[in-house]
């Protein structure tokens, strides 16, 4: 099993530039989420999923798109980068919001 | 809402030393509790899992954690560390008041000197 793939593991945007992260999972689980992690802050939900064609905002969904069309897949869309969504992005998945998550190596985003 | 603090942003320990991250939350229900680790460069990595029966739960690579209900704490013990456990600790919680999703602490870089 691959576990989780993230792509690309790093990109540069300029403002105003849109891009999508791909996230995703051989492991069957229904829930995935994606995280931005800051310095000093941990890990932040921005939107999560508990099933294809469901999707639900996190704590940080401001400025990010989710769609999850099947099992495996939950990309996440930046709209219009900004430089205060230069951060490493973390996709995971699970059984259940409250199992435990299995995270992607991350992608590291700098908007300049 | 739910919280989780993790007090000591760094500890620094002697290899061999016995070390203790602190984890306390808020929350007045039953919770599921966790704790992840994330070496440089890499994704996060459970190290230990608390969702229910004995308070004391055994982990991966020697690590330990104690849930206390009373004081809300989940703290992370390893008796005697090494330099390969350099690396960032992070708490987390999942309970109905943040209707399960996962809420993590800021994290504790333990860093281990020879």
């Known amino acids: 099993n691959a576990g989780v793939t993230q792509t690309p593991k790093f990109q540069v945007l300029k403002t105003g530039q849109s891009m999508t992260l791909q996230c995703a999972q051989d492991?069957?689980?229904?829930?995935m989420s994606w995280y931005r992690q800051d310095p000093g802050m941990g890990l932040r939900l921005i939107h999560y999923s508990v099933g294809a064609g469901i999707t639900d905002q996190g704590e940080v969904p401001n400025g990010y798109n989710v769609s999850r069309s099947t099992t495996e897949d939950f990309p996440l869309r930046l709209l219009s980068a900004a430089p205060s969504q230069t951060s490493v992005y973390f996709c995971?998945?699970?059984?259940?919001?409250?199992?435990?998550?299995?995270f992607g190596p991350g992608t590291r985003l700098t908007v300049l | 809402a739910q919280s989780v603090t993790q007090l000591d942003s760094q500890v620094p320990v002697f290899e061999e030393a016995p070390v203790e991250l602190r984890c306390n939350y808020s929350?007045?229900?039953?919770?599921?509790l966790f704790w992840y680790v994330q070496y440089p460069n890499q994704g996060l990595q459970l190290l230990l899992k608390?969702?229910?029966?004995?308070?004391l739960v055994k982990g991966i690579n020697g690590f330990e954690a104690e849930f206390n209900k009373s004081q809300t704490s989940f703290h992370l013990r390893k008796p005697s560390v090494h330099i390969s456990d350099t690396a960032e600790y992070f708490c987390?919680?999942?309970?109905?008041?943040?209707?399960?999703?996962?809420?993590f602490g800021s994290g504790t870089r333990l860093l281990v000197r020879p």
């Open positions: 492991m069957n689980h229904e829930y």
């Open positions: 608390y969702l229910s029966g004995s308070t």
């Open positions: 929350s007045s229900v039953s919770v599921y």
């Open positions: 987390a919680v999942s309970s109905m008041d943040s209707s399960y999703k996962l809420i």
């Open positions: 995971a998945s699970s059984y259940a919001s409250y199992n435990e998550q299995f």
